[in-house]
C-alpha cells in the first residue's frame, strides 16, 4: 500500500495567506491527506453522495448566492446539513451576510473557518498547486541537482566521482544549486518530477578536502534555488576502455524515477574532460530536443542521404 503523504491545515493557512474565521482548539494538528477540492453546492441542497468529508471545500460566488436566497430556515437547515458531515476545513472566497450563523455552526461542528481576499478561481489554482506538492508521491535519491540554462540537471553517479566539484564549477559559470548530495523527488503530476533539498541541508555544498559551504553566502542568493523540474539525468562515470559508448546520441536512454520517465545521458569522465561544460551542452542539447530538433537524427539522415547519392551516381 502507497505511503500517505499529509500536510498541516496551518501550514496551508499561512502559505496561502487565509484569514482565519474558526478554528478548533485541539491538540492534535489538522491534517489534509486529499489533494482535491470539493466545491460544496450539491451539498447545500441535500445532495450527499460523492461527499468526502476529508477533502477541504470551497465556497465561492455561486455557493453564497443560493445560500442567500433561503430563508432562515432553510439557510440553517443547509449549512447544518452540510458542516455536520465533517468537512475536513472550508475556504470562503467572498464576503456574505450570514457570518454569525455559519461562525456558530462551524464551532459546533468543529469545523476550520478560513476566508481569503482572492477570488475563487485563483485561490482554487493556488491551493490545488500547494496541495499537488505537499502530497505528492516522493522519494531521495543521492545525487545533485542543477538548473542549468533553465533546465533542471539531476547529476548521479558513485561516491567521490566530482558531482559536487562539478557543481561548483557550474556555479561558476552562473548556474544555480538546487540540492547537494541528498535530492528530495515529488511527482506533482503525471510527467512531472520536482526536485528539492532536505531543509536541514539547503544552500549546502561538500567539498571534499575544504569542507562545508554555505552557496548563498559565498555565491549571492541568485545562485540557489529553493526547487526545480528534473528535465534530465546525468549520470557520470568513470571512463572504462572496455565500454562502449553512445558516439552519435541516437540511443535514447532514460531513468524512471516513481514511474516517470526522464531523459538520461551517460557521461564517461577522464582526467582533463571539462565536465561542467560538457554539461552545459547536454542541457541545451536537451532543450533543442523537447522543441523538436534532434542533432543526431539531422546528422545521419544527411549521411545517409550522400550514401544515397553516391550510390546513385556509381549506380
Same mark, same amino acid.
Given at each position: 500500500?502507497?505511503?500517505?503523504?499529509?500536510?498541516?491545515?496551518?501550514?496551508?493557512?499561512?502559505?496561502?495567506?487565509?484569514?482565519?474565521?474558526?478554528?478548533?482548539?485541539?491538540?492534535?494538528?489538522?491534517?489534509?491527506?486529499?489533494?482535491?477540492?470539493?466545491?460544496?453546492?450539491?451539498?447545500?441542497?441535500?445532495?450527499?453522495?460523492?461527499?468526502?468529508?476529508?477533502?477541504?471545500?470551497?465556497?465561492?460566488?455561486?455557493?453564497?448566492?443560493?445560500?442567500?436566497?433561503?430563508?432562515?430556515?432553510?439557510?440553517?437547515?443547509?449549512?447544518?446539513?452540510?458542516?455536520?458531515?465533517?468537512?475536513?476545513?472550508?475556504?470562503?472566497?467572498?464576503?456574505?451576510?450570514?457570518?454569525?450563523?455559519?461562525?456558530?455552526?462551524?464551532?459546533?461542528?468543529?469545523?476550520?473557518?478560513?476566508?481569503?481576499?482572492?477570488?475563487?478561481?485563483?485561490?482554487?489554482?493556488?491551493?490545488? &498547486? *500547494? /496541495?499537488?506538492?505537499?502530497? #505528492?508521491? !516522493? @522519494?531521495?535519491?543521492?545525487?545533485? %541537482?542543477?538548473?542549468?540554462?533553465?533546465?533542471?540537471?539531476?547529476?548521479?553517479?558513485?561516491?567521490?566521482?566530482?558531482?559536487?566539484?562539478?557543481?561548483?564549477?557550474?556555479?561558476?559559470?552562473?548556474?544555480?544549486?538546487?540540492?547537494?548530495?541528498?535530492?528530495?523527488?515529488?511527482?506533482?503530476?503525471?510527467?512531472?518530477?520536482?526536485?528539492?533539498?532536505?531543509?536541514?541541508?539547503?544552500?549546502?555544498?561538500?567539498?571534499?578536502?575544504?569542507?562545508?559551504?554555505?552557496? &548563498? *553566502? /559565498?555565491?549571492?542568493?541568485? #545562485?540557489? !534555488? @529553493?526547487?526545480?523540474?528534473?528535465? %534530465?539525468?546525468?549520470?557520470?562515470?568513470?571512463?572504462?576502455?572496455?565500454?562502449?559508448?553512445?558516439?552519435?546520441?541516437?540511443?535514447?536512454?532514460?531513468?524512471?524515477?516513481?514511474?516517470?520517465?526522464?531523459?538520461?545521458?551517460?557521461?564517461?569522465?577522464?582526467?582533463?574532460?571539462?565536465?561542467?561544460?560538457?554539461?552545459?551542452?547536454?542541457?541545451?542539447?536537451?532543450?533543442?530536443?523537447?522543441?523538436?530538433?534532434?542533432?543526431?537524427?539531422?546528422?545521419?539522415?544527411?549521411?545517409?542521404?550522400?550514401?544515397?547519392?553516391?550510390?546513385?551516381?556509381?549506380?
Amino acid at each position: 500500500m502507497p505511503h500517505q503523504y499529509t500536510v498541516p491545515l496551518k501550514k496551508l493557512i499561512k502559505d496561502l495567506n487565509l484569514q482565519i474565521l474558526y478554528y478548533p482548539k485541539t491538540e492534535e494538528e489538522i491534517l489534509v491527506s486529499h489533494a482535491e477540492l470539493m466545491r460544496p453546492g450539491l451539498a447545500f441542497t441535500g445532495f450527499f453522495q460523492g461527499f468526502v468529508p476529508a477533502r477541504i471545500n470551497m465556497i465561492g460566488r455561486t455557493e453564497l448566492a443560493y445560500l442567500e436566497t433561503l430563508p432562515p430556515h432553510l439557510l440553517r437547515q443547509s449549512l447544518e446539513g452540510f458542516l455536520s458531515r465533517s468537512p475536513k476545513a472550508v475556504i470562503i472566497t467572498q464576503d456574505f451576510s450570514f457570518r454569525p450563523l455559519f461562525l456558530e455552526l462551524a464551532e459546533k461542528y468543529c469545523v476550520p473557518l478560513m476566508q481569503s481576499p482572492e477570488n475563487t478561481t485563483h485561490m482554487a489554482a493556488q491551493l490545488n &498547486a *500547494k /496541495l499537488s506538492l505537499e502530497l #505528492a508521491p !516522493r @522519494t531521495t535519491v543521492h545525487g545533485v %541537482l542543477m538548473e542549468i540554462y533553465g533546465e533542471g540537471v539531476l547529476l548521479t553517479g558513485d561516491s567521490g566521482v566530482g558531482k559536487s566539484e562539478t557543481a561548483l564549477e557550474l556555479l561558476k559559470r552562473g548556474h544555480r544549486l538546487i540540492a547537494d548530495d541528498a535530492v528530495e523527488i515529488r511527482k506533482v503530476s503525471t510527467n512531472s518530477l520536482v526536485g528539492t533539498a532536505p531543509e536541514l541541508i539547503r544552500n549546502y555544498i561538500e567539498l571534499r578536502g575544504i569542507g562545508i559551504i554555505n552557496v &548563498a *553566502k /559565498l555565491f549571492g542568493m541568485g #545562485a540557489v !534555488r @529553493t526547487e526545480n523540474e528534473i528535465n %534530465l539525468i546525468v549520470n557520470i562515470v568513470p571512463w572504462n576502455t572496455q565500454e562502449v559508448y553512445d558516439r552519435l546520441g541516437l540511443e535514447e536512454q532514460y531513468m524512471e524515477l516513481l514511474g516517470v520517465k526522464v531523459p538520461m545521458n551517460t557521461i564517461p569522465i577522464t582526467p582533463g574532460r571539462n565536465l561542467a561544460m560538457i554539461l552545459e551542452v547536454a542541457a541545451m542539447n536537451n532543450r533543442q530536443k523537447k522543441l523538436g530538433y534532434n542533432a543526431a537524427l539531422e546528422f545521419t539522415e544527411q549521411v545517409n542521404q550522400h550514401f544515397d547519392e553516391n550510390m546513385g551516381k556509381n549506380g
